[in-house]
């Protein structure tokens, strides 16, 4: 079995050398992987739920290779339609670059209502957009110069180097509960990540008989 921790990269705890002690410690005890949150614009929404400051997941993740050699470094999760594919892509890869291949890709599509009209991101098409952008950054991380057409975004020979050190790429965990989610995950990831599923619910509802 392998164990990972949700390491809180927001609130009045949190700090650099906080927050690089508590990743250490992870690792000194034995702990596999180690995962911090993302959101783009701190709404009220989502201040409600996490409280600010609150530490950009790539830029921490970066600064958390640095100061460890073995634990995995992972979101939980990436909002995908808040950023162009290609740069997430782009963020992604060099995070496995830096790390020596620790990076894992959790991602989801996202709830506060208040942080998606804030980036200009429609709520509403937030699922479908999340299938495109995610089979872009597929494409991005494994061909060199890549092209790609889809419902919300195309480009055509993008030089993406440098890919991702794990081949063909970081593994992507896909977070949320709902049959959507779980239908992205079997189209488009490697895992299932979910978060608040109870016993009863993957007994009696949630996995097939």
Same mark, same amino acid.
């Given at each position: 079995m392998r164990i990972g921790v949700n390491l809180l990269n927001f609130g009045p705890g949190a700090s650099p050398d906080s927050l690089a002690?508590?990743?250490?410690l992870a690792e000194t005890l034995g702990y596999h992987l180690v995962m911090i949150s993302d959101h783009v614009a701190i709404t009220p929404d989502v201040v409600a739920r996490y409280p600010a400051p609150y530490y950009d997941p790539f830029v921490t993740l970066g600064w958390l290779a640095r100061a460890t050699t073995r634990v995995e470094l992972g979101t939980t999760v990436v909002i995908l339609p808040y950023r162009h594919p290609l740069h997430t892509a782009r963020l992604t890869a060099n995070l496995d670059q830096l790390s020596g291949g620790?990076?894992?890709?959790?991602?989801g599509v996202g709830w506060a209502k208040q942080e998606f009209a804030t980036?200009? $991101? *429609?709520?509403? =098409?937030?699922?479908a957009m999340s299938n495109d952008y995610l089979a872009a950054i597929k494409t991005a991380w494994t061909s060199d110069p890549?092209?790609?057409?889809?419902?919300?975004?195309?480009?055509?020979?993008?030089?993406?180097?440098p890919?991702?050190?794990?081949?063909?790429?970081?593994?992507?965990?896909?977070?949320?509960?709902?049959?959507?989610a779980m239908r992205r995950a079997v189209r488009l990831g490697d895992a299932?990540?979910?978060?608040?599923?109870? $016993? *009863?619910?993957? =007994?009696?509802?949630g996995l097939p008989k």
């Open positions: 002690g508590w990743t250490q620790r990076f894992i890709f959790g991602v980036l200009g $991101v *429609p709520f509403e =098409r937030r699922g890549a092209s790609y057409t889809g419902p919300f975004v195309s480009f055509r020979d993008v030089s993406t180097g890919r991702p050190l794990r081949s063909p790429h970081p593994p992507i965990w896909v977070g949320g509960a709902s049959d959507a299932w990540h979910p978060i608040r599923v109870r $016993v *009863p619910w993957l =007994r009696d509802t």
